[in-house]
């Protein structure tokens, strides 16, 4: 697995020289993503699929997609794969990226225990975060920027409630989605994730019982993923000619076909989505 651990988060300059311990051949590329691509394994299947095809050889951090983005401003890294759009969008306009592609999708969904005291099972998503709230049933969130933690304010706010909005069965992680899913079981509490997480999750027979989805399916609870170049003329030493390469296979008939074809016990966590230059 050619992963960079979060250990490196913070400490300039560390990426740089973690890179030279891959040197050969291969172009390398460093990835700053988010934590689903990772604790799903998607990217420890695709990175010898983009060595055989692309001869690249690619490198990743995954955290929340805030910290990903933050990782590009840096120049900590040569592309970014994050979950975020309208942060995306004003990360581009700001100019930070280049080349955003949409590359595929999954779904959010509230997740809770079976008891379900909120009483939100097949509730429209923005009368769940209403019930969990007034219910004062505990609700556990990354805390942390990332894609998933920008959606759940998104709700809050569509659900009536301001920005920071808190009460006092909230609990802020500041962790991963897979550790923000353990400690929901151990507090029997409620969460948002994406699909592709907590499927991954229930493959843990310890876990699976624990937690169930309660709330899915419309067009607000969409979860779509994006491409983003870091912009050269703001970090001369991006391996932009890498990240292009990559991007335009991801986004080109072979690796549609690769993130249609991956699994996770059986089931597909990502689907297609490429369209042009955003």
Partial sequence: MKKMGRLVLGVSGVLTLWGSAWAGDAERLLMATTTSTEATGFLDALAPKV???????????????????????????????VHAPDVEEAYVQQGYGINRRRLMFNDFVVVGPSEDPARVKNCSIEEAMRR???SGAPFVSRG?????????KELWRAAGFGNEFAYPGYIETGQG???????AA??????????????KFGQDPSRAASLRVLVEGGEVLIN????????????????????????DWMVGPQGQAFIEAFRVGGKAVFFPDAQGPQ
């Fill in 132 to 134: 969990i709230a007034g």
């Fill in 51 to 81: 060595k055989e095809v692309l001869n690249i050889d690619l490198q990743w951090v995954a955290t929340g997609t805030g910290k990903a983005l933050e990782l590009g401003k840096r120049c900590d890294a040569d592309l970014l794969l």
């Fill in 186 to 199: 151990q507090r029997r509490a409620y969460a948002l994730t994406d699909r592709a997480t907590f499927i």
């Fill in 224 to 247: 779509r993923y994006s491409l983003i170049t870091v912009r050269p003329e703001k970090c001369p030493k991006v391996r932009a000619a890498a990240a292009e390469k990559f991007t």
């Fill in 144 to 152: 942390d920027a990332s894609g998933t933690h920008v959606k759940e």
């Fill in 177 to 183: 989605q897979m550790a923000t899913l353990d400690i």
